[in-house]
């Protein structure tokens, strides 16, 4: 006799906003085939779990207590878990989906999205097909033929992920110090990410690079 209940895939969800990361697990876990397994609130809890455990797929957010979550993946992968991962956030995919992409993820959707989309994405991930939305797929379909495009973010594409980072944190206000502690590293070391920046975006100083920083940060939260 054969059963037909459905093989529930194996969910870690990694999101450090108790009310969001509870409405995820409801969200996933009411459907047949989908059950988070453990819902974590930081990098250092999933890379724990991730050390004995073994599931079906991954979704995690950029914005993280405790690291970003592009070097999360990129941590992840480094332990040759090859589990798919899908990045869930509210970061916006047209800068931040190629990098996800580049660091490992398999899937990027936006938090806004209806729930719908968000389990569409979430099953496309566990059948290893790439999810992104049309506008992310023309991009990277470009790319890969040699047409680049230009965007209005295309000026921060020579920065590294880190040094886009302490760029994001910046135009937020924090000071090298604050940075430092965000990011676990000295300060001399985020000078010098200071200065690489301001080198790659021909930036003379910086009060200019606090202000471009600023200008950027308040244009993508609009």
Same mark, same amino acid.
């Given at each position: 006799?054969?059963?037909?209940?459905?093989?529930? *895939?194996?969910?870690?969800?990694? !999101?450090? *906003?108790?009310?969001?990361?509870?409405?995820?697990?409801?969200?996933?876990?009411? *459907?047949?085939?989908?059950?988070?397994?453990?819902?974590?609130?930081?990098?250092?809890?999933?890379?724990?779990?991730?050390?004995?455990?073994?599931?079906?797929?991954?979704?995690?957010?950029?914005?993280?207590?405790?690291?970003?979550?592009?070097?999360?993946?990129?941590?992840?992968?480094?332990?040759?878990?090859?589990?798919?991962?899908?990045?869930?956030?509210?970061? !916006? !995919?047209?800068?931040?989906?190629?990098?996800?992409?580049? %660091?490992?993820?398999?899937?990027?959707?936006?938090?806004?999205?209806?729930?719908?989309?968000?389990?569409? %994405?979430?099953?496309?991930?566990? %059948?290893?097909?790439?999810?992104?939305?049309?506008?992310?797929?023309?991009?990277?379909?470009?790319?890969?033929?040699?047409?680049?495009?230009?965007?209005?973010?295309?000026?921060?594409?020579?920065?590294?992920?880190?040094?886009?980072?302490?760029?994001?944190?910046?135009?937020?206000?924090?000071?090298?110090?604050?940075?430092?502690?965000?990011?676990?590293?000295?300060?001399?070391?985020?000078?010098?990410?200071?200065? *690489?920046?301001?080198?790659?975006?021909?930036?003379?100083?910086?009060?200019?690079?606090?202000?471009?920083?600023?200008?950027?940060?308040?244009?993508?939260?609009?």
């Amino acid at each position: 006799m054969t059963s037909d209940k459905k093989k529930k *895939h194996s969910v870690l969800l990694i !999101e450090d *906003h108790p009310i969001v990361r509870f409405g995820l697990s409801v969200l996933i876990s009411q *459907h047949n085939d989908l059950q988070v397994v453990n819902a974590v609130e930081n990098g250092e809890k999933a890379l724990e779990f991730l050390k004995k455990t073994t599931v079906d797929i991954i979704i995690v957010d950029l914005s993280l207590p405790d690291m970003n979550g592009i070097d999360l993946i990129k941590y992840i992968r480094r332990m040759d878990v090859q589990t798919p991962i899908l990045v869930l956030s509210v970061l !916006e !995919e047209e800068f931040y989906a190629e990098r996800a992409f580049a %660091a490992g993820a398999l899937g990027y959707v936006m938090k806004q999205e209806v729930s719908e989309t968000i389990i569409e %994405a979430i099953r496309k991930v566990i %059948a290893n097909e790439l999810y992104a939305s049309d506008k992310i797929k023309n991009r990277l379909l470009k790319k890969a033929i040699g047409k680049h495009e230009e965007t209005e973010d295309s000026y921060l594409s020579t920065l590294t992920d880190r040094e886009l980072q302490v760029f994001e944190l910046l135009g937020k206000g924090l000071e090298t110090r604050q940075i430092a502690d965000t990011l676990r590293l000295s300060i001399k070391t985020i000078e010098t990410y200071r200065e *690489h920046i301001k080198l790659k975006l021909n930036i003379k100083n910086s009060t200019e690079l606090i202000k471009q920083a600023s200008q950027w940060e308040l244009t993508r939260r609009k």
